[in-house]
């Protein structure tokens, strides 16, 4: 079996595609309810997330192929359609608030004048192009954008430092255990991320250390993102929940900003760039997932998968509120189980079926 990735595309992946797409929306969303301990809120999902993705790592280092087609070898077909068909529906969930979120950020931030509502459509031709191609394009991907993406934390952090407050984020703990962990559940949308990881299993080529690697690269990709929401917080302090999005508004105020021009721009746009790439990866592995399920070509499969998306922007953008609604304080469940525990629980019990396979093999031999 040709292996798709390397460690070093795994690596890549979480420290430069995967903690951007959380620079938007996410930190004033999870500021209404947990006001300074924001950060508090995403250590919570970022510790779920290694944790999750630490286990099934040790589980399955040794797996010979991929996540889905081992569930189907050690539990049936049937259990295997129906894993890749719930994964499916979580990875379509999962494109909502991302897709309009950045959505909204280029046509509110970008634009002078109002766009056309057909502006955004165009980037549903990257994301279908994404799709057709099969998994050595994520590696791809996480190489070309890694600089890109490096450049534009180096930028914004650099602009943003010298105006964060970071005494407001005292005292620890002031909004409670209970607020605290509201705010990670409404932020479930934009974590989650050992979901991805399943589709990693026994598909990269495996060298020394290769978990300590990604272990470390989860845990860059986790600070970034805790680092940035002290940094936004810091600025903002308590009206830090009316700022839609972060991503502009983080260095907007910085005291070279305003002696000169709005040069922030360059890391905007790096990672903006790269959120793009961000935003295409759900579809991409529902597009994967449904190829399990029904036995058609790839391009008509992802167009199947971009076009419910497509319709939401296009026809019920006025009832987005609703639908955010219910991603966030609903669906945040579903992503819990099946981003998080069911892929953890699933992992230890397909380790003790393959030990016991193993001990009956020598036991025969």
């Not at 004033?28 to 924001?38: F, I, N, P, Q, R």
């Not at 790592?57 to 797996?63: E, F, N, P, R, V």
């Not at 746009?269 to 295409?280: D, H």
Request: aromatic share 16%.
């Amino acid at each position: 079996m040709i292996k798709a990735l390397k460690t070093r595309q795994i690596c890549f992946f979480y420290i430069a595609i995967l903690p951007v797409i959380k620079f938007f929306m996410m930190p004033s969303l999870v500021c209404e309810t947990a006001g300074e301990d924001l950060w508090i809120s995403v250590l919570i999902n970022c510790l779920f997330d290694f944790t999750a993705i630490f286990i099934v790592y040790l589980c399955l280092k040794d797996a010979d192929c991929d996540f889905f087609t081992l569930i189907e070898r050690l539990f049936g077909k049937a259990f295997a359609k129906t894993v890749a068909a719930i994964y499916a529906v979580f990875f379509l969930l999962k494109t909502v608030m991302p897709l309009n979120e950045v959505k909204d950020y280029v046509e509110m931030t970008l634009y002078i004048t109002s766009p056309n509502i057909f502006t955004f459509m165009p980037v549903f031709a990257l994301v279908i192009f994404v799709c057709i191609h099969h998994m050595r394009v994520i590696g791809r991907i996480a190489d070309g954008v890694l600089i890109v993406a490096l450049i534009g934390y180096a930028f914004m952090f650099a602009l943003a430092l010298p105006n964060t407050d970071f005494e407001a984020l005292l005292p620890v703990g002031a909004r409670g255990a209970k607020n605290i962990l509201q705010g990670s559940y409404v932020s479930q949308p934009w974590f989650n991320d050992c979901a991805y990881f399943l589709f990693f299993t026994g598909n990269h080529v495996k060298g020394k250390k290769d978990g300590l690697k990604i272990f470390a690269s989860v845990a860059v990709s986790a600070v970034i993102v805790i680092f940035f929401c002290m940094l936004f917080y810091g600025t903002f302090t308590s009206i830090a929940f009316r700022q839609r999005f972060a991503l502009t508004e983080i260095s907007k105020y910085t005291t070279v900003i305003n002696n000169t021009e709005r040069f922030d721009y360059i890391p905007i746009f790096a990672l903006l760039f790269t959120a793009v790439f961000s935003l295409a990866l759900p579809f991409y592995f529902a597009t994967d997932l449904f190829l399990r399920l029904l036995p058609v070509k790839r391009n008509l499969a992802a167009i199947i998968i971009s076009l419910p998306s497509a319709i939401l922007l296009l026809f019920f953008e006025e009832y987005f509120a609703t639908i955010e609604t219910f991603i966030t304080q609903i669906a945040s469940g579903f992503f819990i189980l099946f981003g998080t525990i069911f892929p953890a629980v699933l992992a230890v019990v397909m380790k003790i079926r393959l030990n016991k396979e193993n001990k009956l093999e020598i036991q025969r031999g």
